[in-house]
């Protein structure tokens, strides 16, 4: 028989939808909450979207251990590179290392990342890491479990050159597709865009996303149906 | 300045009194006797020249060059001991070559992502793969870092040669000189050699923000034919480089028609002021 516990002792993995777009100007990065361990929601409202330097952030799915440590190793290099340098690293460089430390360590990782950013040579670029330690430039890219229900969409509704607004509105909309079919991905989604005035958060809670085909509204919390009224005793 | 520092000028690794190094002083005399360098900022690119003294009739002309490529982008100019500047241009090319992709000599083996770097502030971790051209900047920092490396040890001498070092990368074209001392500067125009006094006074009559790497060919050129001592040194080889807009910002030899061009200019350029 299965152990009862192999949930809880399962590896905390991201499931995860993670999305990476440039527009003219700039960057928009974009990802769900959900850190799964088994069938248990671990975290259901952590921040995949991780910093690596003012200007280069990633996202991370797959294993979440693997792809911290990962980021850890990345932001500490590019943080010696900028000293060395004594100005921002580039996208490309940060990309580089990220793919650098993922390939040579592939037998032991299993982490497929997103690196994004916006440096003054080249402007918004968006590079995909998957698991082998591929290194890709693409104008944008989805990973993740949950980026499977999202090539269609992508497809169609892809164009150059968006205002920042429209990349934004696509990244929120495209993920909470994801979220809507893939049981691994869940809760919140974030953005992060960045371009040259800087870098800026945005948070969507659950409630706030639109309904798909057959959803369902959310409840915040099981204890709402505690405040509600309760029934009137029955008085025979 | 010359003065004599007997007593304190035996080791790299002794003080004057006055606080001066001297062998590191002795050293860049070594640099002062070799053949004049000349290299100038240009609006689009660097133009870089060397007076190669010819000591032997029987020497291959082109063979024995003084400037080096030390990646697509940049290029260096050597003056002083021949064998020490070759020492630095391999340091040169295998920086910027490691910064880029890191190649290892057994393929079978995982690659270092994190190598150390002696050179680099002691024994610093050094992380040295970029992915991208080095930066000319970087370039110039790491080789002066290595120049300098050799000035601490006891057991080493200091470099005999000085070294100009011209790149195009996406900051712009960038020249910057670096002495035995390990000292490095970014400069407009600089020279080191035999006849850099002059050449410096000639460099700063150029209006170079306005001047485009063709015209600052020809313009090396005269200055070079005309700091050479033709009393003392019989004949010379001049060995010119670029790296411009107009080379696709790769470091290369300058065409033979224009070099041709620059070096009759030069010499018509020498009667003219013979003639005054």
């Not at chain 1, 990633?58 to 251990?65: D, E």
């Not at chain 1, 932001?75 to 100005?87: D, E």
């Not at chain 2, 040169?92 to 502030?121: G, I, M, Q, W």
Request: net charge negative; aromatic share 8%; charged share 20%.
């Amino acid at each position: 028989m299965d152990s009862i516990y192999n949930d809880l002792n399962a590896p905390h993995s991201m499931g995860t939808t993670i999305i990476g777009v440039t527009y003219d100007g700039g960057v928009v990065l974009g990802a769900d909450s959900r850190t799964s361990t088994g069938m248990y929601v671990a975290n259901r409202a952590s921040d995949k979207i991780t910093q690596l330097t003012d200007n280069v952030y990633i996202c991370r799915s797959g294993s979440a251990a693997d792809s911290q440590v990962l980021s850890d190793y990345v932001r500490y290099y590019l943080h010696q590179h900028t000293i060395q340098l004594g100005q921002p690293a580039t996208v490309k460089v940060a990309a580089n290392l990220v793919r650098m430390v993922s390939y040579n360590n592939k037998n032991m990782l299993q982490t497929g990342l997103i690196v994004g950013g916006w440096d003054k040579y080249e402007g918004g670029k968006i590079y995909g890491i998957p698991l082998g330690g591929t290194l890709l430039e693409q104008p944008f890219t989805i990973g993740g479990s949950g980026s499977s229900y999202l090539y269609g969409f992508f497809d169609q509704v892809w164009k150059e050159g968006m205002t920042q607004d429209e990349a934004e509105k696509l990244v929120v909309k495209a993920v909470s597709l994801a979220i809507a079919r893939d049981g691994a991905s869940g809760g919140v989604v974030r953005t992060v865009t960045i371009n040259k005035d800087g870098v800026s958060r945005k948070f969507y809670p659950g409630n706030t996303l639109p309904l798909w085909h057959e959803e369902l509204e959310a409840k915040d919390s099981l204890l709402d149906s505690l405040s509600a009224t309760s029934p009137e005793p029955m008085v025979s | 300045m010359s003065s004599i520092g007997t007593g304190y000028d035996l080791s790299v690794t002794t003080f004057s009194p006055d606080g001066r190094v001297f062998q590191i002083e002795y050293a860049a005399k070594a640099v002062d006797n070799s053949g004049t360098v000349v290299a100038i900022k240009c609006k689009d690119g660097i133009v870089m020249g060397v007076e190669k003294l010819i000591a032997s009739k029987m020497l291959l002309p082109g063979s024995n060059r003084r400037i080096h490529s030390v990646h697509r982008h940049s290029g260096m100019a050597v003056a002083g001991l021949a064998a020490d500047g070759r020492q630095i241009v391999t340091r040169a090319k295998s920086e910027a070559t490691n910064y880029e992709k890191f190649v290892s000599r057994h393929l079978s083996c995982k690659v270092p992502l994190v190598s150390v770097d002696t050179a680099e502030a002691g024994e610093f971790r050094v992380l040295r793969v970029y992915g991208e051209a080095i930066p000319v900047k970087e370039l110039a920092e790491r080789v002066a870092s290595y120049v300098h490396l050799c000035t601490l040890y006891w057991w080493l001498r200091p470099f005999g040669c000085g070294v100009i070092v011209g790149g195009y990368d996406r900051d712009g074209p960038q020249l910057y000189m670096i002495e035995p001392s390990g000292i490095s500067y970014r400069y407009f125009g600089a020279a080191i050699g035999k006849g850099r006094q002059a050449a410096k006074t000639e460099i700063e009559k150029l209006k170079l923000s306005e001047m485009t790497c063709r015209q600052g060919v020809i313009e090396v050129a005269k200055i070079i034919y005309g700091v050479h001592d033709e009393a003392k040194d019989k004949a010379f080889e001049l060995e010119m480089s670029w790296v411009c807009d107009e080379s696709n910002r790769q470091h290369q030899k300058v065409p033979e028609n224009l070099l041709e061009e620059a070096k009759s200019a030069a010499k018509a350029a020498l009667e003219e002021m013979d003639a005054d």
